[in-house]
């Protein structure tokens, strides 16, 4: 950005929330074009939110062009770009809806193309993206170990029906189950270690799962590699848990998943996860609201 450019409105808003103490708050640009990369991460470390988003014209092909409802997207946490991040898209799309109204919104991602529709209710907008494919992979041990290790939780503390998996829905999260909910409440881990194993597996966040009932889950996601402790509430993750209990059959094809996450950390939210028989790609939506 040139020394004379007029610094770009950086708007506030939560995602998985009504309410503006709730939920995960991103920072949001819907006109980036003016800044580079520097400048995108010096504002999103400014804000210090786990990620913000940044809006700039869409790639020559991104449909629909029409009524100007593409864009390219890109997402930075304090520390660095990621690919794909769910509560920010929320947060965008919330924000654009609030200027354009409801409808259908297409998101050029480094992950690839992410449709989102926003609805409105009762004077209150929900989001819905569409993740890009995702898929499972294998975690060897030493890794799990370490990650574990990192955690401070023993083997014993994770849920036998739960085998870890790195899952990817867009970003790549590894998975792991709480045989307990006071496992899932007691966070302290080591971040540098946790850290340095997430950089060398490439992962975003780590997902820590207990099951409530067949269809409600507790998360929670430890996020170091983005310079903050935890991830309030994380649709990545969320995109990528859906994608991971289908595939274990841990619940059917067709199902509408609830994840509650951020209640531990005092900012409660609530992502929908709804899976579809005959597409792999996960849908995540949740409600949004403007800071301040």
């Not at 590699?225 to 309030?232: A, K, Q, R, T």
Request: aromatic share 6%; glycine share 10%.
């Amino acid at each position: 950005m040139t020394t004379n450019a007029p610094r770009p409105e950086v708007l506030r808003y939560t995602a998985f929330s009504s309410d503006p103490a709730g939920g995960n708050p991103a920072g949001v640009v819907l006109d980036a074009t003016a800044l580079d990369d520097s400048d995108m991460l010096a504002i999103a470390a400014d804000l210090g939110y786990s990620e913000s988003a940044f809006l700039t014209a869409p790639p020559e092909g991104l449909v629909p062009r029409q009524e100007g409802r593409a864009y390219s997207i890109r997402y930075f946490s304090p520390k660095a770009e990621v690919p794909f991040c769910g509560h920010a898209t929320v947060a965008t799309a919330v924000a654009l809806a609030e200027r354009t109204g409801p409808g259908k919104l297409v998101f050029a991602t480094r992950a690839g193309t992410v449709p989102v529709e926003v609805t409105e209710e009762g004077g209150t907008l929900r989001a819905t993206l569409t993740s890009v494919e995702p898929h499972l992979e294998e975690i060897v041990h030493s890794d799990l170990a370490e990650a574990l290790a990192a955690l401070g939780w023993p083997a014993a503390d994770l849920d036998p029906a739960f085998p870890p998996r790195v899952a990817f829905a867009g970003a790549r999260h590894l998975v792991l189950g709480a045989a307990t909910r006071a496992r899932l409440a007691d966070l302290a881990y080591d971040f540098a270690r946790l850290e340095a194993l997430m950089h060398r597996l490439d992962l975003t966040t780590v997902q820590l799962v207990w099951r409530e009932s067949a269809t409600v889950f507790h998360v929670r996601d430890p996020f170091p590699v983005g310079g903050v402790v935890e991830d309030p509430a994380t649709g990545a993750a969320a995109a990528a848990f859906g994608a991971y209990a289908r595939e274990l059959g841990l619940v059917p094809e067709d199902a509408a998943l609830t994840l509650r996450q951020g209640e531990d950390l005092g900012r409660p939210g609530e992502l929908t996860v709804t899976l579809r028989a005959g597409d792999p790609r996960v849908r995540v939506s949740g409600t949004g609201a403007r800071i301040g």
